[in-house]
Nanobody
Framework: VQLQASGGGLVQAGGSLRLSCAASGSTTYAMGWFRQAPGKEREFVAAISRSGTITYYADSVKGRFTISIDNAKNTVYLQMSNLKPEDTAVYYC???????????????WGQGTQVTVSS
């Protein structure tokens, strides 16, 4: 499975960005996003089942971020709104063979895309 993330950039606080992650080699795995800020451990952001019917979010992004999936394009999206400086991090997409929802942990990883939110 190969994952290619894109869409990161620099945005002011309160702004929006949409991240994309194109997957190849998998059409059944759950998909999700993690992030890692400088000096911090990687943390879970959001996950979605392959059918798109089950989503799960970290409390820190709930109500501001929306994860979605387009199976025709084999692509998962993370729409980020009302961004805050503390959302600044490298965002990684991931695919999980068996787990979704709160158990999503990622078996395959993309290369990461930088999101910087200025105050």
């Amino acid at each position: 499975v190969q994952l290619q993330a894109s869409g990161g950039g620099l945005v002011q606080a309160g702004g929006s960005l949409r991240l994309s992650c194109a997957a190849s080699g998998s059409t059944t795995y759950a998909m999700g996003w993690f992030r890692q800020a400088p000096g911090k451990e990687r943390e879970f952001v959001a996950a979605i089942s392959r059918s798109g019917t089950i989503t799960y979010y970290a409390d820190s992004v709930k109500g501001r971020f929306t994860i979605s999936i387009d199976n025709a394009k084999n692509t998962v999206y993370l729409q980020m709104s009302n961004l805050k400086p503390e959302d600044t991090a490298v965002y990684y997409c991931a695919a999980d063979k068996y787990r979704s929802g709160s158990y999503f942990s990622g078996d395959y990883w993309g290369q990461g895309t930088q999101v910087t939110v200025s105050s």
